[in-house]
């Protein structure tokens, strides 16, 4: 009975989500204030339900009830109880589920954080997502339904969880990403009440603007996650290969970034109101085609998890009305919006556009690459593939481009700055970057590359002048620690985020151009040099796992003699299915990592090995990690707990417009 209560929970999370797009909508329309009143109960509602209805599934599957069809497909008696977990989302109909509870989650979460609005813009804000939830819980229920039963001929067991799902990386990875994900309606939701309700000044920006940056926080978080998971467990040694759906994660975080930019300028300045609800309306848009690609099966992908073109049709249509609606809306309201405030070229404004637009351009690069050959397969044109040289000849420069203009925007004024000001801050890092990039490459691999040049000097760039930034803001200052802890927790926050960019422009740069592998064969007893490490291929032993036998490698590393590590590369077939999954063994390092995966058994006991060796890949992540805690740092910044009225966003508004000096944190 439990999967039927869960059923039944859900219907009714979808009837309370049909009341709150209707009942506090009218009531702001009307100026009925019990009405409006009802969006915070009916959201704490909606959320209960929902996660009853989630809480139902996962006790179905920690108990191994494979009546139920989804648990059957996506479990088994011999599974650890972790993964039975994490299976709850393994696959489509479970991460649908999991897609409404984040969605019911941030829907509270407005509802309980947001008493410092005016209560018709929180019941505006809170009917959109009701109808974002009306959309995705009638999906679950109608096409997607994880709690059919396979009755009367339920089977003794399951068919198991993907073997490649099998891992921490589920466990984490998919409820960050959807976070971010799912968080980007919650500003779409309040662009679409600001454009319905006329108040389209900087107050609707100071009130989405931290829900925004804690999206783009899990979604940048997400990614990186989904990265790692993908070097260490696919066995391949990369780190992101272009994949459609790594694309279709990728592109809400590329415009999610030029949005929580964008907010902050329209915040301080007024300026730029309808670029702004443009940006919140396809970041949404863009996190809603990337559930269309993965759930539609219109593409082939190791991420994909639907294949199935009913649910396709369905999320079309879904698309099509909230792209189509919210655009609609936007034309009809955005010429009324208008901007006060003007600004000089050389502003902080001016380079903030100009890193949007490239922003999204690099967006729109990506897009046209994704779907191009899913366009040219419906038109006949032929089967077309589009891989890695065509997002790398276009992304590469476009970045290249936005890490310069990163630093010349942290040391510009906002509205106008001298030039000659601005060149005597802008000559030292110039300088130094230019000099760093010219000679650390001298030091790093045995020829030398103009591109790790270029790299280092963009990256080290984009350092000095986050550090040259924080000179001239306490050049006058009596005690520079001491007036550097007094700054906004927002400032330290960009900081940390836009050095996070730095490292993680480095890693990804360096671990390209000097990245070095080997395929070869191997048999006990052999040894192997590379990169300057010595690599004995000491055994190979059987091991039994939980579901699971392995061929497991034991390789010594060496270095000047030495032993540095013993690496336990495996090979694994699992029980269910026969499935065979590649374990790699790795030695991290910060400066480098030493990375052996077994291939295929070949003759006389010797097995096929990959080496690679992968110097700074790790700062990749470390610049993720960088990343999120600057947004973090900058959601936690006092002023947005203070109350923030209409009126008082305005009187913000107008006194940075009035104001050349150098700008409090952004």
Known sequence: MVPEYGHYALILAFCLAVVLSVVPL?????????????????SVGMFAFVAISFAC???SFLQDDFSVAYIANQSNSLLPVQYKVSAVWGGHEGSLLLWVLILAG???SVALFSKQMPLDMVARVLSVMGMIAVGFCAFVLFTSNPFDRLLPNAPADGSDLNPLLQDPGLIIHPPMLYMGYVGFSVVFAFAIAALLSGRLDSAWSRWSRPWTTIAWVFLTLGIALGSWWAYYELGWGGWWFWDPVENASFLPWLVGTALIHSLAVTEKRGVFKSWTLLLAIFAFSLSLLGTFLVRSGVLTSVHAFAADPERGVFILGFLAVVVGGSLTLYALKAPSVKSAASFEWISRESFLLANNVLLVVAAGTILLGTLYPLIADALNWGKISVGPPYFNFF???LMALVAVLMGVAALVNWKRSNL???????KTPIAMSLILGGILPLFIGEEYSFSAALAIALGSWIILSMVTDVFYRLRNSK????AFTKLPLS??????????????????SLNTIYSDHRDLRMAPGERLEQGGYEYLFKELVELRGPNYLASRGIIEVYQDGKQVDVLHPEKRRYFSGGNLMTEAGINAGFWRDLYVALG????NGAWAVRIHYKPFVRWIWLGAILMGLGGLLAVLDKRYRQKVTQKRASKVALESASTTRAPSAS
């Open 600 to 603: 295929e058994p070949l003759d």
């Open 491 to 508: 400032y330290k926050g960009m900081l940390i985020a836009h050095i996070g960019v730095a490292f993680t422009l480095l890693g990804a």
């Open 395 to 397: 992304f590469t420069p």
């Open 57 to 59: 599934l996962v006790y």
């Open 420 to 426: 000659s000001t601005l060149w005597k801050w802008l």
């Open 479 to 482: 005690g520079f620690v001491k």
């Open 26 to 42: 009218w009531g702001a329309h009307t100026g009925n204030r019990n009405m409006m009143a009802t969006g915070r109960s009916l």
């Open 106 to 108: 941030w829907t509270l």
